[in-house]
């Protein structure tokens, strides 16, 4: 089960490029708790390797990584941008949204997207999540029913 930590959700960031904008993601696990700085660095690195897959609709790219010693506990980050930044995504760029999840297992890897395709069966979640100007803002797209990921964590 992924936590959502209120520290973990920043909102109108500036990112100068999508490698600004993962490590905004990075920052906020981090500032959660979830995960240690190496982190954010590594989620650059899946990118710089693989490719703009991580960008999964228009508008939105899920930032990560593969367990390592650098996550502390699975948990995700919630990132707004002021200015969308471009990812090199044929379809899906600019990118307005970044969510950052961090994880110990592939097991919690694939139940926490298929708990994040539940929240974005919403069509308007990305607009929602883009357009939040508090924690509260952010909380109301996640809290889908039947859905009980994403709870604060202290």
Do not use: C
Request: no cysteine; net charge negative; charged share 15%.
């Amino acid at each position: 089960m992924l936590a959502l930590s209120d520290a973990g959700i920043l909102l109108g960031r500036t990112a100068a490029d999508w490698r600004g904008a993962v490590l905004l993601a990075g920052e906020g696990l981090e500032a959660a708790g979830f995960a240690a700085a190496p982190y954010g660095q590594r989620m650059v690195g899946m990118v710089e390797e693989f490719g703009a897959y991580i960008v999964i609709a228009p508008g939105l790219a899920l930032a990560h990584a593969r367990p390592g010693p650098d996550v502390v506990t699975s948990g995700m980050s919630v990132v707004t941008l002021t200015e969308p930044v471009v990812f090199g995504h044929p379809y899906n760029d600019p990118v307005s949204v970044v969510l950052g999840l961090a994880v110990i297992t592939a097991d919690e890897h694939v139940a926490g997207i298929a708990e994040l395709a539940n929240v974005f069966n919403d069509s308007s979640a990305i607009g929602r999540l883009a357009a939040a100007r508090s924690v509260a803002d952010v909380r109301a797209v996640f809290d889908v029913p039947g859905v009980s990921s994403f709870r604060e964590r202290h």
